[in-house]
């Protein structure tokens, strides 16, 4: 099984300032990663594919970047919606794909 | 507009049985493999069933297999997840979600549906 992780588990981030998440696996899964968004309550929504397209409708403060094993998600602007836990999954290794254990961004 | 909706949900004894469907809505299903994930209370995220869109492939996660069946209904546009077996691990929010393709290699979630509470206790 891949093992994905993330890191840090929590951000503190003021509004407006820039938020990086990373995401490891434990093997490459080349550009196969997607990123999720979780806002307390609701369900998982795609963020990111391919390692670096946004899903659609995402707004542009959202990227990512990265392959093989190492992955980031960058929030360029924080805003008050963006609060949330972030969660990497691979996609690479059909049929066991894997999430990390997810990053809670949380108001500083 | 993609509309997933679970229903099915709710409290079991361990040992008993459960059956999660999933109603499909705004796109043509048929064309789309789907799965089951789960969220155990303040946990992550664990795929525990996929289906391929004609339903003649399907994947189980290790901690499912042999208790869990997944299967389509595409006449009805409904996912179902026929839980067996159940115990305190099960406990989680099982989501449906649609991939973005026919099989679900190398393909991702989108959208996810509310979920739905499942619940193993005596």
């Known amino acids: 099984e891949i093992v994905m992780t993330q890191s840090p588990p929590t951000l503190s981030v003021s509004p407006g300032e820039r938020a990086t998440l990373s995401c490891r696996a434990s093997?490459?899964?080349?550009?196969?990663l997607a990123w999720y968004q979780q806002r307390p309550g609701q369900a998982p929504r795609l963020l990111i594919y391919?390692?670096?397209t946004r899903a659609t409708g995402i707004p542009a403060r959202f990227s990512g970047s990265g392959s093989g094993t190492e992955f980031t998600l960058t929030i360029s602007s924080l805003q008050s919606e963006d609060f949330a836990v972030y969660y990497c999954?691979?996609?690479?290794?059909?049929?066991?794909?894997?999430f990390g254990q997810g990053t809670k961004v949380e108001i500083k | 507009e993609v509309q997933l909706v679970e229903s099915g949900g709710g409290l079991v004894q361990p040992g008993g049985s459960l059956r999660l469907s999933c109603a499909a809505s705004?796109?043509?299903?048929?064309?789309?493999?789907m799965g089951w994930v789960r969220q155990a209370p303040g946990k992550g995220l664990e795929c525990v069933s996929a289906?391929?869109?004609?339903?003649?492939?399907?994947y189980y996660a290790d901690s499912v297999k042999g208790r869990f069946t997944i299967s389509r209904d595409n006449s009805k546009n409904t996912l179902y997840l026929q839980m067996n077996s159940l115990t305190a691990e099960d406990t989680a929010v099982y989501y449906c979600?649609?991939?973005?393709?026919?099989?679900?290699?190398?393909?991702?979630?989108?959208?996810w549906g509310q979920g739905a509470l499942v619940t193993v206790s005596s």
């Open positions: 289906i391929s869109g004609s339903g003649g492939d399907t």
């Open positions: 705004g796109f043509t299903f048929t064309t789309f493999a």
């Open positions: 999954q691979q996609y690479n290794k059909w049929p066991s794909w894997t």
């Open positions: 093997q490459s899964v080349s550009s196969n």
């Open positions: 979600a649609k991939y973005t393709s026919l099989y679900p290699t190398y393909n991702w979630f989108d959208p």
């Open positions: 391919g390692a670096s």
